[in-house]
Nanobody, 123 residues
Framework: QVQLVESGGGLVQAGGSLRLSCAAS????????MGWYRQSPGTQRELVATIPSGGSTNYADSVKDRFTISRDNAKNMVYLQMNGLKPEDTAVYYCNAAGVRLTTPQWAYHNYWGEGTQVTVSS
């Protein structure tokens, strides 16, 4: 019923920048929080940044002052501007939409994930 599609990943040299985008589509009434997570081989998926529909953003300490999350509520999109990329940022980046209410029924809340986009930072 709801799909999240990420784009913008790729290969970049250390110190470079990338901008990830995620579009949520389907029978969406509202989305509470949207965010980005990442996972490297052999590690658990970890939070990168989240942004609620209203309120302050939240970042992992490792990306503070380098990454910026933003969203367009009208378009159900979330973005991640990544500057000053480091080799340790290499991972699959996943988009998340939490507290999603569908057009029907509206009383239920759902959580959705995208399929991920690869970000590779070379040294």
């Amino acid at each position: 019923q709801v799909q999240l599609v990420e784009s913008g990943g790729g290969l970049v040299q250390a110190g470079g920048s990338l901008r990830l985008s995620c579009a949520a589509s389907g029978s969406i009434f509202s989305i509470n929080a949207m965010g980005w997570y990442r996972q490297s081989p052999g590690t658990q998926r970890e939070l990168v940044a989240t942004i609620p529909s209203g309120g302050s953003t939240n970042y992992a300490d490792s990306v503070k002052d380098r990454f910026t999350i933003s969203r367009d509520n009208a378009k159900n999109m979330v973005y991640l501007q990544m500057n000053g990329l480091k080799p340790e940022d290499t991972a699959v980046y996943y988009c998340n939409a939490a507290g999603v209410r569908l057009t029907t029924p509206q009383w239920a809340y759902h959580n959705y994930w995208g399929e991920g986009t690869q970000v590779t930072v070379s040294s």
